[in-house]
């Protein structure tokens, strides 16, 4: 249909959008909703686990300063003028063909979790001085960088370059990671990082920063791998902070051995975590940035060339699920948007199966095409900084930062990182952070999807190899899905499944919304559920409750039927042998023993339930 022009209007006739007309507005809807408030920004707000307020919206008037451009101090906009990240991928067997296999499509960088003896099989095809090659060796880090520059010189991958001539890895349309300085695409020498871990080895990471710096000097010798903080339940902020201090920490080892300033910058990467909360991780990698920079100014290599973080972003293995690990395909691609529109310097996105074993070749091509779209389909490398000037991604920026360097400063108080690691002050504060986390997940304020929200219970079950000893000691922390797993655990090794009636009062239309939610819920913890139909009779409620086989029932219908009917129905369940009937929804009544509601603590009613069964946790 044509608007006739008369009837028209430009943008420009409709009244201005102002943060006081939209507080009006807000305030109507939460006085309607019950809430008394003069702040409607107050009222909405929320907190992250480690103290950090997200507002629910967002002006120019909140945009913190000029971030500068990319490339330049603060490096907030990114520490490279140009777009693009390195695709790394983790290897922690050495298996010359899936490594091969990477490398054909699309990987261009690989990070070796391998003991130093198994580090030429894996690398017996591959060309040294056109990829990056991350070690991860734990304990034997030094063994493991000998190995490699062995390797190196043997092959003449050094820092000049040398005589391998060979095609390269890189397959068509992978050009969009290329031009990363210091990386792969180089005609020749070292690149990557040879994994060293100044606080847990000064000396090793000592010995090798100063090869580095006379021998190879596309290459770095430490990683300050802030992936443990996160993994042992701490917040964004926390994080960060601690990422800091460690790397303070390393400065200080490497300049006290003789290193300058400007070497010792030059021989570290940080390693942080990338979850699905994409905001958070896009401003948690910009701030780091900052909070860097802000360490070179006050060491005085501000802008010196090598003083910007480099930065390795992997997908978080504490948001990994074992339970519908399909769903984890969805985690880890908005991971990696987060990570690459975050400005990380290489990605590594963790299998789907990384939970159940060793990932199969199925789930590495899934995690490296994963890349591979977002780069070349999604275009997402293109642009530098595109979360730039949102006006919600740059205040958090600044708030995560301002948050995060208030937490290295504790640690500084401390007596330094080292000190505070050995006291506990850090794994304390990371443990009250995890508990607060944890309250979160049982009362399902923070859902996940295939686990304590729309669990499959008829999933087949993925079986995958072990990963290697040291992988699976270093691998240990928590996992957000843990409580509700541990449940389905549980249900699934019962000879019998155990299982809920939910006594359906009234038609369709009044009880299906209790009804489901409460089925939700308890499938979460692997218990099945029966459903009674659409009836009010008490006695056929009771007897299709003695036919189930179940010994817990649930009423579900509404607040009005709940009335009429809720004492009856408990009366006539209790009569039919059930010990132990909930009600879905509020309300107190005559023989109904608790309630299921919205942000009520369901890991807590599933507990409740195997031990109202006699199920042994």
């Not at 009010?536 to 219908?557: H, K, V």
Request: hydrophobic share 40%; charged share 20%.
């Amino acid at each position: 249909m044509t608007v006739p022009p008369e009837e028209s209007r430009s943008a420009a006739e409709f009244p201005p959008v102002t943060r006081d007309r939209w507080r009006e507005l807000a305030l109507g809807v939460l006085r309607k909703s019950g809430v008394e408030t003069g702040s409607p920004e107050e009222a909405l707000a929320s907190t992250t686990y480690d103290g950090v307020t997200i507002a629910p919206i967002y002006d120019a008037s909140d945009l913190p300063g000029d971030p500068g451009l990319p490339g330049a101090v603060p490096y907030v906009r990114g520490s490279r003028p140009e777009g693009g990240w390195e695709v790394r991928q983790r290897h922690e067997v050495p298996d010359p063909e899936a490594i091969l296999a990477d490398l054909e499509n699309g990987v261009n960088s690989l990070w070796l979790a391998l003991d130093p003896e198994d580090l030429p099989r894996a690398l017996e095809r591959v060309h040294l001085n056109l990829i990056s090659v991350t070690l991860d060796a734990g304990k034997r880090t030094r063994e493991a960088a000998e190995v490699l520059l062995t390797l190196a010189g043997e092959r003449g991958s050094t820092a000049s370059g040398g005589p391998e001539t060979h095609e390269t890895h890189e397959t068509p349309g992978t050009q969009g990671t290329q031009g990363t300085p210091g990386t792969q695409g180089t005609s020749g020498g070292l690149t990557g990082n040879l994994g060293a871990d100044v606080l847990a080895d000064a000396r090793t990471a000592i010995e090798l920063a100063r090869r580095c710096v006379r021998d190879h000097p596309g290459l770095r010798a430490a990683v300050v791998d802030a992936t443990p903080y996160h993994d042992a339940g701490g917040g964004d902020a926390e994080e960060l902070g601690c990422s800091i201090a460690a790397g303070v920490a390393a400065l200080r080892a490497l300049t006290g051995a003789g290193l300058t300033m400007e070497q010792a910058f030059g021989q570290l990467e940080f390693r942080y975590a990338a979850t699905a909360d994409q905001f958070l991780t896009v401003a948690k990698l910009r701030a780091a940035r900052r909070l860097w920079a802000r360490v070179a100014e006050v060491c005085g290599v501000s802008g010196v060339p090598g003083a910007a973080q480099r930065q390795h972003a992997v997908t978080s293995s504490a948001m990994m699920t074992a339970r519908d690990p399909w769903v984890n395909m969805l985690r880890t691609t908005l991971a990696c948007f987060a990570a690459g529109t975050g400005g990380a310097d290489a990605v590594t996105v963790q299998p789907f199966d990384a939970r159940l074993g060793l990932p199969d070749a199925f789930a590495r091509r899934i995690a490296r095409n994963t890349q591979s779209l977002l780069v070349e389909e999604a275009g997402v490398a293109r642009v530098i900084d595109p979360a730039g000037g949102s006006f919600y991604v740059e205040r958090l920026t600044e708030d995560l930062a301002v948050r995060a360097w208030e937490w290295f400063q504790e640690i500084e108080r401390a007596g330094g990182m080292a000190e505070a690691l050995a006291s506990g002050f850090v794994a304390g504060r990371l443990a009250a952070t995890w508990e607060r986390h944890s309250d979160g997940i049982a009362t399902r304020r923070d859902p996940i999807t295939g686990v304590s929200e729309f669990p499959d219970l008829a999933e087949r079950p993925i079986g995958r190899r072990a990963r290697p000893g040291r992988s699976t000691e270093e691998s240990a922390g928590v996992h957000y899905a843990q409580g509700f797993e541990a449940l389905r655990d549980l249900a699934d090794a019962q000879e019998s499944r155990p299982r809920v009636f939910l006594a359906t009062i009234g038609p369709v239309a009044s009880h299906t919304a209790r009804a489901s939610f409460a089925a939700n819920l308890f499938q979460a913890g692997g218990i099945a559920t029966v459903t009674g139909g659409a009836v009010t009779d008490p006695g056929e409620i009771a007897a299709a409750f003695a036919a189930s086989g179940a010994r817990i029932a649930c009423l579900c219908s509404s607040d009005r039927l709940y009335a009429g009917h809720a004492e009856a129905v408990a009366a006539a369940l209790r009569g039919a042998g059930a010990i132990k009937v909930w009600l879905a929804g509020k309300g107190d009544f005559e023989g109904v023993d608790a309630n299921l509601h919205a942000g009520c603590d369901a890991l807590a009613v599933l507990r409740t339930t195997f031990e109202d069964l006699g199920v042994a946790r």
